[in-house]
């Protein structure tokens, strides 16, 4: 099993800044892909940035500049830098880890959500 840890969400003000962290835990874990997601009330969750296990990055175009995303793969974690906030950023955050493990000598694939953070950017 993956498990997944979430921390750094809170109330900002507009043009402030926040750090998200996302650790992932388990045995054997071989991860690929970790990303941050986020929804806001009444509207569907979208990505807002991923990161692969060779660093290469996608970062949804409204955080483009002031976003980056980040992984320690020794540590199983990725962070989100969000600079300039604004009102419209508010949403609830979610981490996103793609990977496998090993259950016993059987190699499984796994997607992963962490709990949620709130970030909410309100002056």
């Known amino acids: 099993q993956v498990q997944l840890v979430e921390s750094g969400g809170g109330l900002v003000q507009p043009g402030g800044s926040l750090r998200l962290s996302c650790a992932a835990s388990g045995s054997s874990l071989s991860i690929n892909t970790m990303g941050w997601y986020r929804q806001a009330p009444g509207k569907q969750r979208e990505l807002v940035a991923a990161?692969?296990?060779?660093?290469?990055?996608n970062y949804a175009d409204s955080v483009k500049g002031r976003f980056t995303i980040s992984r320690d793969n020794a540590k199983n974690t990725v962070y989100l830098q969000m600079n300039s906030l604004k009102p419209e950023d508010t949403a609830v955050y979610y981490c996103n880890v793609v990977g496998t493990y090993y259950s016993g000598y059987i190699l499984r694939d796994f997607r992963s959500w962490g709990q949620g953070t709130q970030v909410t950017v309100s002056s």
């Open positions: 990161i692969i296990v060779g660093g290469s990055t």
